[in-house]
């Protein structure tokens, strides 16, 4: 097990990391998401010894990482692929990391095997492609059969077939029973994949709970009515007498309705009373990336703005029709997902009560196509404080470790593993 008690990493003036307390456990694959810049790689750094926190620590399995008796053999990780020495032969390398951790050199052909790399074992990894160097990453995690296992972004540039093959690859070493915690920004993979997220941003803790619990505590359930196309009156009706009894509800492009706020049996017998046929009632659930969209939205660093292109955009030929304009995903446009915008200052997603920093996870409470309003307010929101860092005294730079690279040395076993 992976456990931080109110990790925190600062880097001069930079807080990366803030007061990250969480476990890890093993036999399932928990995966760490947040935003860019949010942390993560920072964290994993940490767990990895690799980066010294500036507070709080980071143990696994009761001893930080530095202290493991042979820690290759219990902890493989992946942070960056591409942190190869590029003149090595695949295979050399990983039997170089092997002799130096007591690893039987025919384990190197085993997680050849296993990562799909053997008919390449003899190239210099230089001349591999992105996919090839991520799967030569996993080999290297793989290597000491190790119970831990970290993976920062592994399907990042991989195929279809290679993304299906990492999926399959954590959810089978999670049913060994290791400990698998895996940071990946693809919210479908992700969905798949995990069973238990640790979400942060701005290198705080958002949430630590399940993925079922995290899309229902951060997204709104919601209930489409259509009524005939033919007839809008209907849908006049049928809207004044949902609102009358307390739900929400918002026009959708294609003339259907989109309803909060109350369940479908309770829609079905209004419009029936109403004297309003339905088209269409049916339930929806928000995405895994709906739900994150909703919970980061605040805790975002990087947003794109529209290109306005300095005048250099050609006209448009008279009658040509100009491209929609895309909704940008985390900017909160209203109407790209089922939940309102978070109220200024208000908790911008749903934690369960005395769920924040690692505490046991409450019962969730759905409700069935519930309105949102504003889940968990009353919460802190962390990001409504002028300064969440408290205004500890810096640590004296004597004590500071040497800047380590963002990405670890990985032709440096000490590093690597
Ligand atoms: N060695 C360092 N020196 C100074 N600042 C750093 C260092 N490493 C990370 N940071 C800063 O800490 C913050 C967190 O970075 P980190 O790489 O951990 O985020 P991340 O969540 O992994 O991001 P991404 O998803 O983009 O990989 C960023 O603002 C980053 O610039």
């Not at 399907?155 to 290679?162: I, K, R, T, Y």
């Not at 951060?218 to 609102?243: G, I, W």
């Not at 307390?246 to 309803?259: F, I, N």
Request: aromatic fraction near 4%; include cysteine; proline fraction near 11%.
């Amino acid at each position: 097990m992976i456990e931080a008690v109110g990790l925190t990493k600062r880097y001069g003036d930079k807080t990366a990391v803030y007061n990250l307390s969480f476990q890890v456990r093993p036999g399932s694959v928990t995966g760490f998401l947040g935003p860019n810049g949010s942390g993560k790689s920072t964290t994993m750094r940490m767990i990895l010894g690799l980066d010294n926190p500036s507070a709080g620590q980071v143990t696994i399995g009761g001893y930080p990482y530095r202290r493991l008796p042979n820690a290759p053999r219990q902890v493989g990780a992946l942070l960056d692929a591409k942190a190869v020495h590029g003149g090595r032969h695949a295979r050399n390398h990983l039997l170089c990391l092997a002799q130096l951790s007591g690893i039987p050199a025919r384990r190197v052909d085993e997680v050849l095997g296993v990562v799909g790399l053997q008919d390449v074992a003899r190239k210099r990894s230089k001349g591999f492609s992105l996919g090839m160097g991520q799967r030569l990453g996993i080999a290297v995690a793989l290597l000491g059969d190790p119970q831990v296992l970290l993976f920062d972004e592994p399907v990042n540039g991989l195929d279809p077939e290679g993304i299906l093959w990492v999926r399959n690859l954590m959810k089978s070493l999670a049913a060994e029973g290791r400990t698998v915690f895996v940071s990946s920004h693809l919210m479908s993979e992700m969905a798949v994949t995990a069973d238990h997220l640790i979400v942060i941003g701005r290198g705080q803790l958002l949430a630590d709970m399940s993925v079922r619990d995290f899309i229902s505590h951060n997204s709104a359930d919601f209930a489409r009515v259509r009524t005939p196309d033919t007839e809008p009156h209907q849908r006049e009706k049928l809207t004044a007498a949902l609102t009358e009894a307390g739900g929400q509800v918002l026009p959708e492009q294609d003339g259907g309705l989109r309803v909060t706020g109350l369940p479908l049996p309770r829609i079905s017998d209004l419009a029936h009373d109403a004297d309003v046929r339905l088209w269409e009632l049916s339930p929806h659930q928000a995405s895994l990336e709906e739900a994150y969209m909703r919970m980061t939205q605040g805790a975002v660093d990087y947003r794109s703005t529209t290109d306005q292109r300095a005048g250099l955009q050609q006209q448009l030929p008279p009658g040509a029709i100009p491209p929609p304009q895309m909704p940008v995903p985390g900017q909160g446009q209203p109407g790209w997902y089922a939940p309102p915008p978070p109220q200024q200052g208000g908790q911008p997603f749903a934690m369960p009560q005395g769920q924040l920093q690692g505490q046991p996870q409450g019962q969730p409470q759905p409700g069935p196509y519930g309105g949102p309003g504003v889940p968990g307010a009353g919460a802190p929101n962390p990001y409504a404080q002028p300064t969440p860092v408290p205004q500890a005294p810096a640590q004296p730079a004597a004590a500071a470790p040497a800047q380590p690279s963002a990405a670890p040395d990985l032709t440096k076993p000490e590093d690597a593993r």
